[in-house]
């Protein structure tokens, strides 16, 4: 979100907290006061702007981690002042990202018989920028080696429907064409059968998405790369494939670890993840991986200055807490791969159990039955005397404290419109029961309701889609 000039509240000013002296002055919200507050004064008067946010355990919209174990937060606590970009002064923390890039690489098999390379960023958005513009300058490369006229097309990026919005910012950002690969009521994901009607000579690459925001439902990744080792035999322009893991790169693994969709696969170059979703870490920490140092153009990569010597980074951002990162690799050595599976089969587990309770009530159509991602999405079942929309359904469960997500699928399917439960490692069994509790609660009251407030069933956005 973009702000501006002062026109959000009405009010602009801010009353200090009871029976404190600082009450005799008025304290301006949009510019600096004239006096300054004691801190118990100005961390009581900042809670108590927070206080009517909701409660983020209870947000079912967001697949960003709200939990973490008190003594990673008092780790992530005591080290906020590293600056994870300045490797000289602190090199032991340069060395737990290189760990932490080192176990991410073995978790998506990388191969003894590559150089991969990686790094950590500012959540997965910043890791789908760094892959996008490698794959730019590599495209860039391989096209004026063959004589391609650069100026006669934009660049073009292959995707499906159902992309996060951080790859349309990529190809804004970057001057880069979408080819967006429509969804269907058949093809909920990417269609293979037809991706490469959206392939040509300017384009620098496929990206497949293991766990689409909208629904959860994984691309085809192995068919996808199949596709694309035949369409690379008969070319002189080859394409590669990026991989959006930021939900799933750091689940499937453990649940599904048979499903390849990695580094097993010839064409997958590189691929990004979230380590503040399925990772356990709260927001703020990605991780982008390129199988071989060759997938990196030398010119993305930059020196920086390490106890004397350089060290080769690439990052958009620059200066920026390594607390996240400590964070990640807390957890990486607290739960090891069994503590890891344990966590997310429990968290599949409360998505089956999901799943069936929304079954039984009888007002809803599954979309997504959470068995990829921990994901439900569901529509509502056609029902000519019913009265109410799941818009309604979203006011009356946030009454409870729940923020239920209700929005319009993707192009083609704009006027169906779904709500999505995110299930997170936080969100356990019980948690899982009230919910229900709660929901069929809310069902039971709108079809009392005399009064309904969503007259309007036009499809909109309600909650959030991240």
């Known amino acids: ?6 026109t959000h509240e009405k009010d602009e000013y801010l009353s200090p907290i009871f029976g404190a002296s600082a009450e005799r002055h008025d304290l301006p ?3 600096l006061a004239q006096h300054s507050l004691a801190p118990r004064e100005a961390d009581r008067l900042v809670r108590d702007e927070l206080l009517d946010e909701g409660n983020s355990r209870l947000n079912l919209a967001t697949f960003c981690q709200t939990y973490m174990e008190p003594e990673a937060v008092e780790l992530m606590k005591d080290t906020l002042e590293k600056n994870a970009i300045d490797k000289s002064e602190y090199p032991r923390t340069a060395e737990i990202e290189n760990r932490c890039v080192n176990i991410i690489a073995n978790l998506w098999h990388a191969a003894d018989t590559e150089k991969f390379t990686g790094t950590s960023t500012i959540g997965s958005s910043e890791a789908c920028m760094l892959g996008g513009l490698a794959m730019k300058f590599a495209w860039r490369k391989r096209a004026q080696a063959n004589g ?3 100026n006669a097309h934009r660049p073009n990026l292959v995707i499906s429907a159902g992309y996060q919005v951080c790859w349309e910012k990529f190809c804004v950002y970057w001057d880069i064409d979408m080819h967006v690969v429509p969804m269907d009521p058949q093809h909920m994901s ?3 059968d037809h991706v490469l009607d ?3 000579d300017y384009t620098i690459g496929i990206v497949g998405i293991l766990g689409i925001t909208y629904t959860g439902q994984y691309d085809d990744l192995a068919r996808l790369d199949a596709v694309v080792e035949a369409y690379n035999r008969r070319t002189t322009y080859p394409v590669y494939i990026h991989v959006d893991a930021a939900s799933g790169g750091f689940y499937t693994p453990f649940i599904d670890p048979q499903l390849i969709w990695d580094f097993r696969l010839k064409n997958v170059i590189s691929i990004n993840a979230s380590g503040h979703k399925y990772g356990l870490v709260y927001p703020g920490v990605g991780w982008v991986i390129w199988r071989d140092q060759q997938y990196l153009p030398e010119e993305l990569v930059f020196k920086v200055s390490y106890l004397g010597g350089e060290l080769p980074t690439m990052a958009i951002n620059f200066s920026h807490s390594a607390s996240q990162l400590i964070g990640q690799y807390y957890n990486f050595i607290r739960f090891g791969v069994d503590g890891y599976r344990e966590i997310q089969q429990k968290t599949h587990d409360v998505a089956h159990y999901l799943a069936k309770a929304l079954a039984k009530i009888g007002e809803f159509t599954l979309i997504n039955d959470g068995r990829q991602l921990p994901l439900l999405c569901y529509r509502l079942t056609d029902r000519p005397d019913r009265e109410w929309t799941l818009y309604d359904l979203s006011d009356r469960l946030l009454m409870h404290g729940w923020q239920v997500p209700t929005y319009p699928l993707p192009q083609n399917l704009q006027e169906q419109v779904i709500q999505r439960i995110v299930v997170r490692a936080d969100f356990g069994m019980n948690m899982a029961h009230d919910f229900i509790d709660d929901l069929t609660q809310a069902i039971a009251e709108l079809n009392q309701a005399h009064i309904v ?14």
């Open 1 to 6: 979100m973009l702000y501006g000039k002062h």
């Open 29 to 31: 919200k949009y510019r």
């Open 148 to 150: 391609l006229d650069l």
């Open 190 to 192: 990417l269609d293979v």
């Open 198 to 200: 959206y392939v040509d």
């Open 453 to 466: 407030f969503h007259a309007d069933d036009t499809p909109k956005k309600y909650g959030f889609t991240h």
